[in-house]
């Protein structure tokens, strides 16, 4: 059985992408309200888009034997890893048109090694300038920003230099290739550091690891800015993500183009974000953080001026 959210299926051929008349599958991972709350964005969008066709939405256990879908969605990592089986394990769907939604770039990656041109996501990774941009505004007087660079991400050391040079800003990077590495490099972060950027990198994002780099920037009184509304919760300073209605009118966005023209989206890194404050952390060390709408409505107007 289908996903109930109160969304009606209509029509059951398939047919052309680009006839705007296709089946498409949308696959969550399960049944949660993250889940169901990026479905019911781009279910909404989709419609639009479609003249009130709707997705076929489905759990991880209910993905249809027999013929393929014309694209298939997924939202998160146990809906790509079932895709990606049935993908290596049946003909007919070697070259179905796969988006991948709600993951990051490197969980993406690592389940879908070598992917091919119509297998594409919309990752949940914030493009790294839009980071320093929020320091910038958020914490106007930092000015050297401290980041942990793991096996993923240090291909990307140059370009995040450059990104922060032309901020005004000093990058103080260090290394972390395994969990066990991580403490002595932070210190060596801190140290230099008035501020602390968090990616989205194992072994970086190792929780226990992630938790412990929390309480330690707060012991020397570096302020935190990270990729997770919970690490927010937890005691960083600032966060920087995409919501998951914002995931899922991205995903009806990138969707548009194959509509059109039967050309499948390339992966790109999240369009929209949500910015968030823990305004007792901030106060504990002593910051005058602007509000999260000031500082969202900043982001929007630097971006839409670019």
Do not use: C
């Amino acid at each position: 059985m289908t996903l109930a959210i109160g969304l009606a299926l209509a029509g059951v051929g398939r047919r052309a992408l680009a006839g705007n008349e296709s089946l498409v599958w949308l696959l969550l991972s399960d049944h949660s309200p993250t889940y169901l709350e990026a479905a019911n964005a781009l279910q909404a969008e989709w419609r639009q888009a479609t003249r009130g066709k709707d997705l076929l939405l489905l759990g991880p256990s209910e993905l249809p034997a027999g013929p393929p879908p014309a694209a298939l969605i997924t939202l998160g990592s146990a809906a790509l890893r079932v895709a990606a089986e049935r993908v290596d394990t049946t003909p007919d769907w070697a070259r179905v048109p796969v988006l991948s939604a709600l993951i990051p770039r490197e969980g993406f990656n690592a389940i879908w090694k070598h992917p091919s041109a119509w297998v594409s996501a919309a990752y949940l990774d914030q493009p790294f300038e839009r980071y320093l941009d929020l320091i910038r505004r958020a914490l106007p007087r930092a000015t050297r920003v401290g980041v942990l660079l793991g096996p993923q991400s240090m291909g990307m050391r140059a370009a995040l230099v450059k990104a922060a040079s032309d901020r005004g800003l000093l990058l103080v990077t260090g290394t972390v290739m395994r969990p066990d590495t991580m403490y002595a490099s932070l210190r060596a972060v801190l140290a230099e550091s008035e501020v602390l950027l968090v990616l989205p990198d194992s072994p970086v994002a190792d929780p226990s690891g992630v938790q412990n780099m929390l309480i330690t920037a707060y012991r020397q009184r570096v302020p935190v800015v990270t990729y997770s509304p919970a690490l927010v919760k937890a005691g960083a300073t600032l966060g920087l993500y995409a919501s998951p209605s914002q995931v899922g009118r991205q995903v009806a966005s990138m969707l548009k183009v194959p509509l059109q023209t039967s050309n499948w989206p390339a992966p790109r890194t999240a369009d929209g974000f949500t910015v968030a404050v823990n305004d007792q952390v901030a106060r504990s060390l002593g910051l005058d953080v602007p509000e999260v709408s000031a500082l969202t409505e900043a982001l929007q107007r630097l971006e839409s001026s670019k």
